[in-house]
């Protein structure tokens, strides 16, 4: 059974950082990449940031490239989502998610959620 937990969400202000794990339980040899995404209130779920556990690959969403870094510990099992000068607008609940396939930007492509972490930036 397959599980993941984020936790280290909060408030913080404008400008701030904040650096959510997610923990892993169940990984298998047959999953690849992890990946985060969020969810603003009225908005779509949208991805934000990806990698293979596998490689040193990374992929980010535009608006977060440059101020977020995705990275993994695989001698815990946990993924992060470093997330340095924060912007009201990068408010939303923040998911991570695995996949047995490819990493994508899709969330159709993942099989496994987590139940989120919320994150508010005052102004």
């Known amino acids: 059974q397959v599980q993941l937990v984020e936790s280290g969400g909060g408030l913080v202000q404008a400008g701030g950082s904040l650096r959510p794990p997610c923990a892993t339980s169940?990984?298998?040899?047959?999953?690849?990449?992890m990946g985060w995404f969020r969810q603003a209130p009225g908005k779509e779920r949208e991805f934000v940031a990806a990698?293979?556990?596998?490689?040193?690959?990374?992929y980010y969403a535009d608006s977060v490239k440059g101020r977020f870094t995705i990275s993994g510990d695989n001698a815990k099992n946990t993924v992060y989502l470093q997330m340095n000068s924060l912007r009201p607008e990068d408010a939303a609940v923040y998911y991570c998610?695995?996949?047995?396939?490819?990493?994508?930007?899709?969330?159709?492509?993942?099989?496994?959620w987590g139940q989120g972490t919320q994150v508010t930036v005052s102004s």
């Open positions: 998610a695995q996949t047995s396939g490819g990493v994508s930007y899709r969330n159709t492509a993942y099989d496994y």
């Open positions: 990698f293979n556990w596998s490689g040193a690959n990374t």
């Open positions: 169940g990984r298998t040899f047959s999953t690849r990449g």
